[in-house]
């Protein structure tokens, strides 16, 4: 597996990103967004991996035709189980622990990242048609968590 990590450094202000909210697996927003628009999302070759907590993201992308307008989408949430082992407890517990790629949005599910362009408005009122989406809209305010994919 291809690690992908976000680079802190650098500076990309020039995207609009989508949130959406949904409770299906991110292989089928990627399907129903592929039905609706046309689009080509595709199971990306480089997740994206949070070292440290050892979290893995699933990405998708759509190369349009030109290299810099590639869209990305990718999921929000990771879920890590983690047994522990107590030689005072009868059986073994199993803790659950969700880690979030952008924390300020732990409600969202997945994002689409996209060029800045007169699309993003449209495209939000199309995946709102989606009925296995609950709800998409855009993303204003800055992030703490840089979205830049190396």
Do not use: G
């Amino acid at each position: 597996m291809i690690i992908h990590k976000l680079n802190p450094i650098a500076n990309d202000d020039d995207f609009d990103l989508i949130a959406i909210h949904s409770s299906i697996e991110i292989y089928q927003i990627a399907y129903l967004i592929n039905c609706k628009f046309n689009s080509k999302f595709i199971k990306s070759k480089r997740d994206i991996i949070l070292s440290k907590e050892e979290a893995v993201f699933d990405k998708y992308e759509w190369e349009k035709t030109q290299k810099e307008n590639t869209w990305f989408l990718f999921s929000n949430k990771f879920m890590i189980q983690k047994k522990t082992y107590e030689n005072n407890l009868l059986f073994n517990s199993t803790n659950i622990l969700q880690l979030f790629l952008v924390n300020e949005h732990k409600n969202v599910d997945f994002f689409i990242k996209k060029n800045k362009d007169e699309l993003t408005i449209p495209v939000i009122n199309s995946i709102n048609l989606i009925s296995e989406i609950s709800t998409a809209y855009k993303i204003n305010n800055r992030l703490k968590t840089p979205l830049i994919f190396d």
